[in-house]
């Protein structure tokens, strides 16, 4: 019985996984309970085709302890040779009701966020992602964030 169980389980896998021909890379890295200010998260990406463009996402899972509306994020493009782009973002992250945004059954959502799109990248061998919520009127940024849980980055190959 367990055998079957395990058999079902791991074609179930292979379908999921084969379905996502866009996918080029797709991790994502906990921050535990609450994403603290100083914590950066760094993906090493693998090397890619630099003639080819590609979509660029960043993901997120959270969770109803989210207290905010929006999420403002700072993302850096490292290249090999040391060069940095760094990005400043906002994203939407709840309804005007303050329900989440994201798909999920439970309270649980995960988010795709668009990053970049029709990118080339040539060089870039790590991105890294820091959270830089404050508070409306207040200058020091929120020192842990709740209810974001894990954060992601996606490549995806245009057709």
């Known amino acids: 019985m367990k055998i079957k169980n395990s058999a079902l389980l791991l074609l179930v896998v292979i379908l999921f996984y084969s379905c996502d021909k866009k996918r080029v890379f ?7 309970s609450a994403w603290n200010k100083d914590s950066i998260v760094t993906f090493n990406l693998p090397k890619l085709d630099s ?7 960043i993901n997120l ?4 302890n989210y207290p905010f509306n ?6 850096s493009m ?6 940095t782009k760094i ?4 994203y939407q992250m709840a309804n005007p009701d303050g329900s989440l945004l994201g798909d999920g059954f439970t309270d649980i959502k995960e988010s795709k966020l668009f990053y970049k799109d029709k990118i080339k990248l040539n060089g870039i061998s790590k991105v890294h992602i820091k ?3 404050r508070e409306n009127g207040k200058i020091p940024g929120i020192k842990e964030l709740e209810g974001i849980t894990d954060v ?8």
């Open 152 to 159: 992601g980055f996606r490549i995806e190959k245009i057709d």
């Open 87 to 90: 990005d400043t973002l906002e």
């Open 78 to 83: 490292e290249k090999a040779n040391g060069f």
């Open 131 to 133: 959270q830089a919520v």
């Open 26 to 32: 797709d991790e994502y890295k906990s921050v535990g």
């Open 70 to 75: 929006n999420l403002f994020l700072i993302v």
């Open 51 to 57: 003639t080819k463009q590609y979509n660029l996402f």
């Open 61 to 64: 899972r959270d969770n109803n």
